[in-house]
């Protein structure tokens, strides 16, 4: 299905719509029984799923970091004073800007191939990615660096896929049961959850990554101002089966830690039309 996200994909309209415009058509096409299942980057997910509908299932997660793409260049730090950078996720450029506050970033749309296409012109002279976009369509010799979460961190959800449908058709239901990936599956509740108490839409520059280590879960968040001058980070370590709370427990902390008027200036700021 070509959805009006994509259809709207290099326009800056399809900010306004953000990643909904992308899920809400295949919703539609579920409820009017025109699919049976709706495969979705988890990154693009919304936080609230229409009556009747849900995610059953979360696939084993591809590489969930950005990657750093250039011609000329090995990786962020190599960049020359006043390099050119192309994206458009205020968590990319405010995580960026706060390493290397001399780049500047200019905004990148369309899909995948375009984005590299405006990189190979010379409009940039990097672009930051999603590993696990570039995977997928076999573009892996495009990354120059796989940038570390410790420079980057990760989108809620970034590198897993969610499969959606009816809550009612128990047939596909157990059918897709299968394709679920428990690790991933409690990594993402837990970034989810995270960014559910922040209130966190998709312009917000919100990072949020869990990892396992045995059963043990281990969250990092961060919410900070798109020049990335301010940047409140924490993070949380407990039991898997704690997951949800632990989102919850870390958003709270980072609102009280000045993540609440942070995200009240960014809404201020992105409300225009
Ligand atoms: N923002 C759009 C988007 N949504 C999902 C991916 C691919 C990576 C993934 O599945 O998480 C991308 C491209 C990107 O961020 O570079």
Redesign the pocket.
């Known amino acids: 299905m070509v959805t009006r996200g994509d259809v709207l994909l290099d326009s800056p309209l399809s900010k306004v719509g953000g990643?909904g415009l992308f899920v809400k058509e295949l919703e539609l096409a579920l409820q009017e029984d025109r699919a049976d299942i709706a495969v979705h980057?988890?990154?693009?997910v919304p936080i609230a799923f229409p009556e009747g509908l849900g995610l059953v299932a979360i696939c084993e997660r591809?590489d969930?970091h950005d990657a750093f793409v250039s011609t000329h260049y090995e990786n962020i730090d190599a960049l020359p004073q006043g390099a050119i950078v192309g994206t458009s996720?205020l968590r990319r450029q405010c995580q960026i800007s706060a390493r290397r506050p001399d780049l500047i970033i200019r905004s990148l749309r369309g899909n995948?191939g375009t984005r590299l296409s405006k990189l190979d012109a010379g409009a940039y002279d990097a672009i930051?990615?999603?590993v696990?976009?570039l995977k997928?369509l076999e573009l892996t010799s495009r990354i120059r660096q796989i940038i570390p979460a410790e420079i980057s961190l990760p989108?809620v959800?970034?590198?897993?896929?969610g499969i959606e449908c009816r809550l009612d058709d128990n047939k596909t239901r157990q059918l897709l049961s299968a394709l679920n990936h428990d690790e991933t599956e409690v990594r993402v509740r837990a970034e989810r959850a995270m960014n559910i108490r922040l209130d966190g839409g998709c312009q917000v520059p919100i990072g949020s990554y869990a990892l396992l280590q045995g059963d043990e879960l281990w969250l990092r968040a961060l919410v900070g101002s798109p020049d990335g001058r301010e940047i409140v980070y924490g993070e949380r370590r407990g039991p898997r089966d704690q997951a949800e709370q632990m989102g919850i427990l870390l958003a709270d902390e980072l609102l009280e830690r000045g993540a609440r008027a942070i995200l009240a200036e960014v809404y201020q700021q992105s409300r225009p039309l």
Do not use: F, N, T
């Open positions: 990643k980057s988890m990154k693009d591809e969930p996720s995948v930051i990615l999603a696990a976009g997928r989108a959800g970034q590198g897993a896929v």
